[in-house]
């Protein structure tokens, strides 16, 4: 029943839901609540709320540590190349199943299937001149929202040598597009980069203390 | 595909700008290491992105769903972590709280980072200080029954607070 009363009463809820209410004034209050279903809904809705405050450290109360800025480029990079492997999955699994039935299936696949992954903004390829003999180094560069995700091919590289990728801007700035270890010639890494490809000279690749340098040509393909 | 399916990226873009401050803070939190947090939320992001299809808007909030993603990550990340040599960063050994207690504690903590400052003042004061009401209110220079009554629209405000970030009361 709502009264006058429960005006007075209601604000010493979160007191005594916190336990702490003088004695004197919580002997009161529970007579009130004994004949008053309203308050004792309230008190209802704020006894959970009491019971999960020791769970908090009040030293964690601060400002919540911000995520760096890059972060979300990093992310949708990183869904970015997920979505194009599985298609890439999803192709070499149609033709696999085609090339093991027959040549006129494998033929309607093709059809149905091929143009999926051509239908992505165009590539450009990139292969590197002058190297070591016995190394190949090739790339494929393509053009994202966030800047350019890089697909490169390294054959000849020393088992386990750190390569060190970077882009040259039309301006000469250099940016990185990451690292990985070459561990053997059927490993194409993904990597990206927040340079446009349409704003990208060359790319260039460091393999131990060696920097081989290719020019891009956006739109080729 | 229900509507508001995690499918394009255009819809990872928006879940980020909404949800990623929250979830790092949370991977902060329970594996005290900023390039783990990274990797967590990285991590969460992407496998969010591939069950996409699979989160209803029917059953739970995106953010839910994206939190309960987040505790398997730092399951894993923890299991990782305490499967190689440590390397404690800056010396600060990682959080040892189990990691449901951590994400109860966690919501609680950004409940009260969310209600107002002189809401969550009273609280902090008298609840976890333990200070009588009539010393807080001689140093806000209030009356004592404001005291009182804030820390009943505290604890009101941090209910909204807490259904606000998807916990159930």
Partial sequence: ?221 | MPPGALTHEQDVREAYAAHATELYGFAMRSLADSGLAEEAVQETFLRAWRAGDRFDPQIGSLRTWLFAILRNVVIDLGRARSARPRVAEGGIEPSVEPLDEALLAWQVEEALRRISDEHRRVLVETFYRGRPYAEVARELGVPEGTVKSRVYYGLRALRVALEEIGYEI
């Fill in chain 1, 1 to 221: 029943m709502r009264s006058e009363a429960c005006y007075e009463w209601r604000e010493s809820l979160g007191a005594y839901a916190l336990g702490q209410l003088p004695r004197e004034e919580r002997a009161g209050l529970e007579a009130h609540l004994d004949g008053c279903p309203d308050c004792r809904a309230e008190l209802e809705l704020l006894a959970p709320v009491a019971r999960l405050l020791p769970k908090a450290d009040p030293e964690r109360l601060g400002a919540a540590p911000a995520p760096p800025a890059a972060l979300s480029d990093r992310v949708i990079a990183a869904i970015a190349a997920d979505r194009r492997a599985t298609r890439r999955r999803k192709l070499r699994l149609g033709l696999a199943f085609s090339g093991a039935t027959a040549a006129i299936a494998a033929a309607v696949l093709a059809i149905f299937v091929l143009p999926v992954g051509d239908s992505g903004p165009p590539a450009t390829r990139v292969s590197f001149e002058s190297l070591p003999p016995k190394m190949k180094v090739g790339a494929k560069l393509e053009p994202r929202e966030f800047g350019t995700e890089i697909h490169i091919y390294v054959k000849g590289a020393p088992a386990g040598a750190l390569c060190r990728v970077f882009v040259v801007a039309e301006d000469g700035s250099r940016l990185s597009a990451g690292s990985f270890r070459y561990r053997w010639s059927d490993d194409y890494p993904t990597l990206t980069t927040a340079l446009k490809l349409s704003r990208t000279e060359a790319i260039g690749l460091r393999v131990g203390n060696r920097t081989f340098l290719a020019p891009v040509r956006a739109s080729s393909t």
